[in-house]
């Protein structure tokens, strides 16, 4: 299974990124999937979700009405569009294939991108 996780890279804060992550090796379409990130010195935090069909997600109050999660299953491919980018959302992020969009571990994950924000 490989989850591949790009878009990352330096923004200014208000500025806007989307990042992609392609997966392979699973049914993709059975695997609800989330976004997670890691910021220097702090815990991998959640950041959002979204079920298998698309229809349910779920944010982070921290990133909610700032990001929004999408996915295309013809593509084996989920996104994370963030918007209104602010120098704390500087992290590593991470996408995940997730047993629920309530689960905190992954089924598997990917390598992580990096998204720095400048003030």
């Known amino acids: 299974v490989q989850l591949q996780a790009s878009g990352g890279g330096l923004v200014r804060a208000g500025g806007s990124l989307t990042l992609s992550c392609a997966a392979s090796?699973?049914?993709?379409?059975?695997?609800?999937m989330g976004w997670f990130r890691q910021a220097p010195g702090k815990k991998r935090e959640f950041a959002a979700a979204i079920t298998w069909h698309g229809s349910t997600t779920r944010y982070a109050d921290s990133v909610k009405g700032r990001f929004t999660i999408s996915r295309d299953n013809a593509r084996n491919t989920v996104y994370l569009r963030m918007n209104s980018l602010k120098p704390e959302d500087t992290a590593v992020y991470y996408c995940?294939?997730?047993?629920?969009?309530?689960?905190?571990?992954?089924?598997?994950w990917g390598q992580g991108t990096l998204v720095t924000v400048s003030s």
């Open positions: 995940a294939a997730l047993s629920s969009i309530f689960s905190d571990y992954g089924d598997y």
């Open positions: 090796g699973l049914t993709f379409s059975h695997y609800n």
